[in-house]
T-cell receptor, first 115, second 116 residues
């Protein structure tokens, strides 16, 4: 089973709202990732967690706050977003970090619209 | 620095035609991994293949085949007898094994449209 699930599938929020994106995997993977993807662009890495600890933060603004409560769950807390943050947010997991050479398995994504 | 180039932005083919998606990469590392992902309109990136730099054997999986040539730094992807369900954006990606902080680098993607 190579399934990564994400909720919600769609989210519309105002600039003053607080919302959270959720990602879950049950493959026993120890590395989890958040990506942001704008239309007609490749995914851009935001955060990486390895063994539930933040390993990489690709200079993401503080209005995005990741959280890894356990090895199967990854959240992305959103607060005071801007319209330009509207995008597809993808979660991925891999067996381990291993210099990123492990295969990353992606979830279906959350399409976020910020009004 | 690592880089992946997918020169074909969009390709349209008629169903049952064969189509090849090009991928050229740059890396200074001797140990690296190459990937192909498919992204249908639904948005999910579907993993297709992972190949390490020491394995230059071509691979075939059903209608899909991959041609890895280190001499030209290319990792091309061919779909034989294309079908409408193959319509998607295809990403080639590269990761280097040397540095633990090296992210997975994606090409810009090739949008494939298969017309019935």
């Amino acid at each position: 089973d190579t399934e990564v699930t994400q909720t919600p599938k769609h989210l519309v929020m105002g600039m003053t709202n607080k919302k959270s994106l959720k990602c879950e995997q049950h493959m026993g993977h120890r590395a989890m990732y958040w990506y942001k993807q704008k239309a007609k662009k490749p995914p851009e890495l935001m955060f990486v967690y390895s063994y539930e600890k933040l390993s990489i933060n690709e200079s993401v603004p503080s209005r995005f706050s990741p959280e890894c409560p356990n090895s199967s769950l990854l959240n992305l807390h959103l607060h005071a977003l801007q319209p330009e943050d509207s995008a597809l947010y993808l979660c991925a997991s891999s067996q381990d970090l291993m210099g990123y050479t492990e295969t990353q398995y992606f979830g279906p994504g959350t399409r976020l619209l910020v009004l | 620095a690592q880089k992946v180039t997918q020169a074909q932005t969009e390709i349209s083919v008629v169903e049952k035609e064969d189509v090849t998606l090009d991928c050229v990469y740059e890396t200074r590392d001797t140990t690296y991994y190459l990937f192909w992902y498919k992204q249908p309109p639904s948005g999910e990136l579907v993993f297709l293949i992972r190949r390490n730099s020491f394995d230059e054997q071509n691979e075939i999986s059903g209608r899909y085949s991959w041609n890895f040539q280190k001499s030209t730094s290319s990792f091309n992807f061919t779909i034989t007898a294309s079908q409408v369900v193959d319509s998607a954006v295809y990403f080639c990606a590269l990761s280097e094994a040397r540095s633990g902080n090296t992210p997975l680098v994606f090409g810009k993607g090739t949008r494939l449209s298969v017309i019935a």
